[in-house]
T-cell receptor, first 114, second 109 residues
Framework: GAGVSQSPRYKVAKRGQDVALRCDPISGHVSLFWYQQALGQGPEFLTYFQNEAQLDKSGLPSDRFFAERPEGSVSTLKIQRTQQEDSAVYLC????????????FGPGTRLTVL | RKEVEQDPGPFNVPEGATVAFNCTYSNSASQSFFWYRQDCRKEPKLLMSVYSSGNEDGRFTAQLNRASQYISLLIRDSKLSDSATYLCVALSNTGKLIFGQGTTLQVKP
């Protein structure tokens, strides 16, 4: 496809459940970013990959959050033992080179933790 | 205090009006700035980059004032289709995009 794709689009989890969110960036895009967007707020940075290297994970809110991009393409954001405060839209973005080039966002995964 | 601050609005304007949004940022080391548009329940999309010299794209004009750490977006001749949330964004010196809360615009017929 032409754009960034994410799956699933919607996820409902029971508190304590583990979830995995997938991002397929635009083909050939070197950089990949994950953001968390709470209702009524702007996206908040979580983590950044350049190829397979995770260069910045300072935005991950706790050690329950883990992201990987093992082959420098598809990325997975995993949240262990989900809590209600994890409910948000998780956005993935990719860019051709580094952060300064335009970032293109996927449609997001809306996570609801009950 | 948030690193990028915007008035969340909402701004309710009639079609054809001119509307301006402002944004301030606190990190003087921020390198680049952008305006993104986000429609309800959709992803953010890049609207335009912001330069000190100012830049214009059709009905949209963006301006950066580094001395005051202030960014603006002006929309002329508003259309119904301009209704959305406008996100002010700074690229930090560490490479992160820092988003403001967003300003909601509602253009009425």
């Amino acid at each position: 496809g032409a754009g960034v794709s994410q799956s699933p689009r919607y996820k409902v989890a029971k508190r304590g459940q583990d979830v995995a969110l997938r991002c397929d960036p635009i083909s050939g895009h070197v950089s990949l970013f994950w953001y968390q967007q709470a209702l009524g707020q702007g996206p908040e940075f979580l983590t950044y990959f350049q190829n397979e290297a995770q260069l910045d994970k300072s935005g991950l809110p706790s050690d329950r959050f883990f992201a990987e991009r093992p082959e420098g393409s598809v990325s997975t954001l995993k949240i262990q033992r989900t809590q209600q405060e994890d409910s948000a839209v998780y956005l993935c973005a990719s860019s051709h080179s580094g952060p300064v080039s335009g970032q293109f966002f996927g449609p997001g995964t809306r996570l609801t933790v009950l | 205090r948030k690193e990028v601050e915007q008035d969340p609005g909402p701004f309710n304007v009639p079609e054809g009006a001119t509307v301006a949004f402002n944004c301030t940022y606190s990190n003087s080391a921020s390198q680049s700035f952008f305006w993104y548009r986000q429609d309800c329940r959709k992803e953010p999309k890049l609207l335009m980059s912001v330069y000190s010299s100012g830049n214009e794209d059709g009905r949209f004009t963006a301006q950066l004032n580094r001395a005051s750490q202030y960014i603006s977006l002006l929309i002329r001749d508003s259309k119904l289709s301009d209704s959305a949330t406008y996100l002010c964004v700074a690229l930090s010196n560490t490479g992160k995009l820092i988003f403001g809360q967003g300003t909601t615009l509602q253009v009425k017929p």
